[in-house]
């Protein structure tokens, strides 16, 4: 960020924990973009990492919390080391060092935290039954490994912590392949860029607190959750038929089940979330190619 815009950024500096990560990386370069002073932490160097180290060890957490005006607190254990660090390890990292970050953040005066989760928290509550799973903030989680439950736990930690917080429980949003990614974003995926526009909007509405879900631009009501189990490409012709003539163009099978629609309207409401980039901007984007 230039000078001319470090002068003009409100506030102390966004610490953006996890910084060298996909979400955290998009993040710091939203708050950055809005003109914010970022600094990043991170165990590996990365664009946006100022500050390389570990937040377990408290003289360096308390070193990148000094003179902050908000945490964005991203960094975690991630689902996909399930079964490849111990439990303890999980516990250790994304319960533990939440509550000692979030500790210090009171004390040396932040005055917002976001902290980002996952729709993972669900779990259970995910499969459906006759129907597809209509997911909003209503629907009780019920966690299925440890990492569901780690940040779960931590959630409640951010809610109890003392400052104005905000958690947000985003959606699948990591890299795969076209086909796969395409399919995710009809119902139960977000574009990082969304993700980071959600960031940058709950943090800037302090008086807002709670726990949102931040998904994509779904096509699908909340009516057609039966005919989704039964017959989701007749669902899909109906409301996007421009999608599934493209999924044809290109040899993708149109499913014919979907298990879930995630639903942010709440985010909306509360703070003005708006997600842009859904499948049709996936689409138009692998064309350009």
């Known amino acids: 960020m230039s000078a001319e815009r470090r002068m003009r950024a409100p506030g102390g500096a966004v610490v953006v924990t996890g910084s060298s990560g996909r979400v955290g990386s998009a993040l710091a370069a939203a708050f950055d973009a809005a003109g914010r002073e ?11 990492t100022s500050v390389v180290a570990d937040l377990r060890d ?19 254990l991630h689902a996909p080391h399930v079964g490849r660090v111990a439990d303890e390890e999980f516990r250790a990292v994304n319960v533990g060092m939440t509550a000692e970050l979030l500790d210090d953040a009171a004390r040396l005066g932040v005055r917002r935290v976001l902290y980002i989760s996952s729709t993972s928290v669900y779990g259970h509550a995910l499969v459906p039954a006759d129907r597809a799973v209509w997911v909003d903030e209503h629907l009780t989680p019920l966690p299925r490994d440890v990492y569901d439950e780690t940040k779960l736990a931590a959630e409640r930690l951010v809610a109890a912590c003392g400052v104005s917080a905000v958690t947000l429980r ?18 139960r995926a977000v574009d990082v860029a969304d993700v980071a526009a959600a960031g940058v909007l709950a943090v800037t509405r302090p008086e807002v607190t709670g726990t949102f879900n931040v998904s994509g631009p779904h096509v699908f009501q909340r009516e057609d959750c039966v005919a989704l189990h039964r017959d989701a490409g007749a669902v899909l012709a109906g409301r996007a038929p421009d999608v599934v003539e493209a999924f044809r163009d290109r040899g993708w099978p149109v499913p014919d089940r979907l298990d879930r629609v995630y639903d942010s309207t709440a985010a909306t409401n509360a703070f003005g979330y708006r997600p842009v980039r859904g499948v049709r901007e996936l689409l138009r984007d692998a064309r350009a190619v």
Do not use: N
Not at 38 to 48: H, L
Not at 63 to 71: F, I, P
């Open 58 to 76: 408290p003289r360096e957490r308390r070193a990148a919390l000094r003179s902050a005006d908000v945490l964005v607190h991203t960094a975690a």
């Open 170 to 187: 985003i959606a699948r949003c990591f890299p795969e392949p076209l086909p796969v990614r395409a399919r995710h974003l009809l119902h």
């Open 38 to 48: 970022v600094r990043g932490v991170d165990r590996v160097a990365g664009r946006w």
